[in-house]
């Protein structure tokens, strides 16, 4: 059960780290970025989320195909 909760959170969490950081691919996103500290630092932020998110899902897939051993 935590598995496919960890599954879906990093999952969902990943879709919208990805949505925001997508901004900032943009010419107006990256001009932002490069000359205001507090955009970059968003921009960077939000690609640790996304990573954060897939190490989350990565997670969870493994509780999900790994079951352990009940007693």
Same mark, same amino acid.
């Given at each position: 059960?935590?598995?496919?909760? $960890? $599954?879906? =959170?990093? %999952? @969902?969490?990943?879709?919208? @780290? ?12 990256? %001009? *932002? ?8 630092? +968003? *921009? ?8 954060? @998110? =897939?190490? $989350? =899902? =990565?997670?969870? %897939?493994? $509780?999900?195909?790994?079951?352990? +051993?009940?007693?």
């Amino acid at each position: 059960m935590i598995g496919i909760v $960890l $599954l879906v =959170a990093g %999952l @969902a969490g990943f879709v919208l @780290a990805s949505s925001r950081r997508s901004g900032y691919d943009s010419v107006e996103g990256t %001009l *932002k970025s490069t000359f205001s500290s507090s955009e970059r630092s +968003k *921009k960077e932020g939000w690609e640790t989320g996304r990573w954060i @998110a =897939a190490g $989350l =899902a =990565a997670v969870g %897939l493994v $509780l999900v195909l790994v079951p352990g +051993k009940r007693g």
